[in-house]
C-alpha cells in the first residue's frame, strides 16, 4: 500500500529530552521519598510515562506511594528543565521533508502541556499542525489507540502511515495500530528490543524519501 503519511513519536526521537526527564524524576523521588536513584535505573524504563515509570520502580523498591500525584508533580516540574531538552540531530531537515511529501504528525506518549511548550521551546512546533497526545487517549503506548486516532485526525488508513519510534514501547504501540515502523537507535538506551520494527537505523538523517516509498 502507498504510504502517505509519516508520525513522529517526540520524547528521544525528535527531541533529545531524556536528559530532562530522568533529572525531573530523580528530583522528585528524592523529595518526596527520600531516595537517591541513579539515571541507569530510570532510562531502562525510556519510553513509558512518568506514571509508568513510578509504577514500576516503587513496585520493584516495595515503595508505597500516590503515584499518579508524584507524576503530575514530574509534569509540572519538567516545564521547568526545557532548557535540557534540544532537537535531535537531524530532526528539522527530516521533518520538513517529509511534509513537502507526506502528511505529518507528532504521536507523544507525554502531555499535552509538554508536548507544546517542549516543541515550541527547540522551534519544531510550526511544522505540525495534527499533534496527538497522552491526554487524547484513555490507554496510552503500547496501546495502539494513540496512532489509531492520529491515523484517523490525517483521514488515513493505519496501513498507509510510517511511524518513527525509539523505544519497545512506541514500537510495539504503532505495530499494534498495524502501521510501518521505523526505529531510531536511542544513545540513552542499553540494548533496546528493536526487533519488531520493519527497519532500525542509527539516527534520523539515514531516513531519506526513498526509504519511506519503498516501506509501501
Known sequence: MTIKAVLFDMDGTILDSEPAHTKVLQEVIQKEVGIDISEEDIREYIGLSYDKKLEIIFKRMGIKKDIYNLADMA??????????????YGAEELIKRMKENFAIALVT????DQADFFMESVGLKKYFKTIVTSDDVKRNKPSPDIYLLAAEKLKMKPEECVAIEDSTTGIESAKSARMICIAVRNQYQNNPDLSKADLIVESLSDISLEMIRDLG
Not at 509534569?75 to 535531535?88: G, I, P
Not at 506518549?109 to 499535552?112: D, K, L, M, N
Open 109 to 112: 506518549g507525554s502531555g499535552r
Open 75 to 88: 509534569r509540572k516540574k519538567s516545564l521547568e528543565n526545557s532548557h535540557l531538552v534540544a532537537k535531535m
